[in-house]
């Protein structure tokens, strides 16, 4: 396999994707939104933490690119942008676990 170097800008946005999902707590959010959406009280229960850290963790994903949000009245649904994404930590899952 060819491994081309890539742009600077590419570079640079690659490792922020690649940094966003490497803390164990969002790499759990992401875990879990492979599942499906979720709401933002389903995932504060799911990965037992606070509303403002999930919040501030979710925040990061998205301005990353990783995940969508939708609201709905006073509701904020989360899901996977790119189920690519997905596909790249079962990846990731068995080189390295």
């Known amino acids: 396999m060819q491994n081309p170097i890539l742009p600077e ?3 640079q946005q690659l490792s922020g994707v690649i ?10 959010i992401i875990c879990l939104l492979g599942r499906g959406e979720m709401s ?4 504060v229960k799911a990965i037992n933490t606070s509303h403002s850290n999930a919040s501030q963790h979710l925040a990061l994903l998205q301005d990353s690119g990783l ?3 939708r609201r709905v009245a006073s509701r904020v649904y989360f899901r996977i942008r790119d189920q690519r994404t997905l596909r790249l930590l079962a990846m990731s899952h068995h080189v390295f676990a």
Do not use: D, G, T
């Open 19 to 28: 940094k966003a999902m490497s803390h164990p707590l969002r790499y759990k």
């Open 40 to 43: 933002m009280q389903n995932l």
């Open 67 to 69: 995940v969508l949000v």
């Open 9 to 11: 800008r590419e570079i």
